[in-house]
């Protein structure tokens, strides 16, 4: 089995179709997707997307993008759930616009 994620970046009907060696996986198909309407404000400038100038990432509409975030590398074999929830709360709530 093979699992493509793919992020629209715009509302509309989408085509599938994958042509590959192996008969089992060609397949054709097609997909709608909704606008969005939730409350997170990393989606609401639109879709990231490379600037102008090839530099630096910047929103759909060109307001620019700064990823903010951190890695805690030990905290799976170390933390408890109760303290990686803390944590990730305590991020969040600092502004990082990754919390994962």
Do not use: C
């Amino acid at each position: 089995m093979w699992t493509v994620q793919f992020s629209p970046p715009k509302p509309g009907e989408w085509a599938t179709d994958s042509d590959t060696d192996d008969d089992g996986l060609n397949d054709v198909g097609t997909f709608t997707v909704a606008s969005y309407r939730g409350s997170n404000p990393i989606r609401e400038h639109g879709h990231l997307q490379i600037s102008g100038n090839e530099r630096t990432i910047e929103n759909a509409d060109g307001t620019p993008f700064l990823w903010l975030g951190d890695t805690v590398w030990s905290a799976s074999a170390k933390a408890t759930l109760e303290e990686r929830t803390e944590y990730l709360t305590k991020r969040q709530s600092q502004g990082t616009t990754s919390s994962s």
